[in-house]
């Protein structure tokens, strides 16, 4: 190569030093094929090319690396990524799209040093620890706000994914936990070419509409069979104003009453809560005092964010027949007193719903979804849904669903299963199989339980 690294100085036609990086991009783009770019270079010319800031770049006790810096996606807010990169790195990435983080705690700065802990809060069941193991690099990032993020869970790994894209990734995966599940299957349809395999597990898999339909409709069940007991909440009849009284201990205190009632005999109250968990179809295997918690506690942490984000509740149950009270005049009672919350005619927030995200079905990602058939907060009830609207969509064959059962739910939690309950072997099995379906075409086994598996 003719050219020398010292002219490089002034090709800003300003006179001022570039960043060693920059540098180290144009030396490579001049050599041709003289030598290969290694791993880090070609991640440091990508961070230049994607306006990456407050890049590091450290060596593993292995050999790899591991790689942070700031994204901005959207061109709005910066957000920190975290990388792992094995010395033997595949040319193949993971990425880890986290769940729902309770607006008031901090979106944490991801780290790419722990080995079964998403730093964000979410678990991943030592997920990228076993991809990175097996070649793939790992990489997990923030999104510019806590709460419902969906919005900006995409537009952080869709950058995310671009940046590794730039640095030679050839092939992507694409895999979410809770609401990051949603994420998944967004970016899967809205980006096709983008991912060769998705991993929704425990996700909100049947869109936002979806969960806010049964964290809603939970509470006006709630409320029209508890009115006028010990076990009514502050703020009965009123679902959608935020009530100061109306904190998770008193959630507590009120369920963990209804439930210990029913238990020493108190036949009212074991009607109320075979009912309600009738009427909201809540999970069979078991009715439990986390299952009912789990959902009427989004109302203490999860409501003012959700009206603030959305401009509204994108939902409404004008018109909707419930059933499952035990009779026909119950139900009639039931549908005559419930609350009724209607969209205003100016209403926006159902395609914000629609937006991020309501599934489409289309996709050419091969998708493996799991799920535990006794979660509290996303029911597995969302998984035949979206079957039904992949179907719909005529892309059967590009998506498996499995199941998990709650298993031995005490061990964890006396008072019932909780969201998102897997086995590290249940997590990594499955993605086992996900990475086998798209290199040698083996598809799972649609519909099988894998609990415990190895």
Partial sequence: MNQQPKTLGNVNGAGALLPAAVLLSAVLASCGNLFTPTAEERLRSAAIQSNVTDLSVTTRSDGGLNVTGKLLPGGVDRVPFALRVPANWNGESVLEAHGYVTPGNPEAVPSPTGPDTNPLGDPHFGLLSAAYAQGYLAANTAYAKTGYAVKEG???NKALHDLLAKAGSKKQYITGISMGGNVAVALAEKYPGDYVGAMPYCGVV?????????????RLVYDYYTKGTP???????????????????????????????????????????????????TPDAPVSVVGFITPLASTVYGLTDYLATTGGTGYSNVGKAYSGSGSAAGDAALNAGVQRIALAANDTSSAYLDANYTPTGKFTARMLSFHNTSDPLVPYSFEPEFKAIVAAAGNSANLVQQTVKPGAFDLKNTFGPDHCYFSQKEVVGAWNDLRNWVDNGVKPTDGKDITNKS
């Fill in 206 to 218: 049947a869109g936002w509409r979806a969960e806010q339909r049964f964290l809603l409709d939970f």
């Fill in 154 to 156: 995409v537009a952080a």
């Fill in 231 to 281: 076990y009514a909440l502050p703020g009965n009849g009123d679902a959608l104003t935020p009530n100061a009284a109306l904190t998770l201990p008193v959630i507590q205190n009120a369920v963990v009453r209804l439930f210990t009632a029913a238990g020493g005999g108190d036949a009212a109250a074991a009607i109320i809560i075979g009912q309600i968990a009738a009427v909201t179809e």
